[in-house]
């Protein structure tokens, strides 16, 4: 199966999981209002552990589906930075599946940019879109 099936896979079963299963209503609830989750039952040191563990996880699949893409070099953290920021604050800090989409559309519009223009052009792509949106709709972002 292809690196970009398994991300969006991946993508879909984690928003399935906090959309539909008890321990993401639990994690859903704890984050609105602790103290009222608190009080329903909800241990918040043990969702606090397990989502810990989960992103721990979530970013070891996603540096290895990185490093069967690319090729790695310490310096490159710059270059994946800008765009990762661009993609959570185009997506919503708040959603699932928003930086999903985001990340796709600023991947489209690079792949794009590449193609019609030189490829040296296409890291401005995301924080082109970042400022547009923040521009024209400052309460969408984030």
Known sequence: ???DVKVVAIS??????LRYSDLGKA???AAED?????????DEKRNALI????????AGVAGVCLALSFTLAPSQIYAWIGVV???VMLGGL???LGPLIAGTVIGVSEAVTMA????????????TLLIVILVLRPGRAA
């Not at 602790?34 to 909800?42: I, K, L, R, S």
């Not at 040296?120 to 924080?127: Q, T």
């Open 27 to 29: 994690m859903r609830a």
């Open 51 to 58: 989502l810990a563990g989960l992103c721990s996880a979530l």
């Open 94 to 96: 708040g959603r699932a």
């Open 85 to 87: 920021f661009a993609a």
């Open 34 to 42: 602790p103290a009222v989750a608190a009080a329903f039952g909800v």
């Open 116 to 127: 019609v223009t030189a490829p040296s052009w296409a890291p401005i792509v995301s924080f």
């Open 12 to 17: 879909f079963a984690v928003w399935a999981v």
């Open 1 to 3: 199966m292809r690196t």
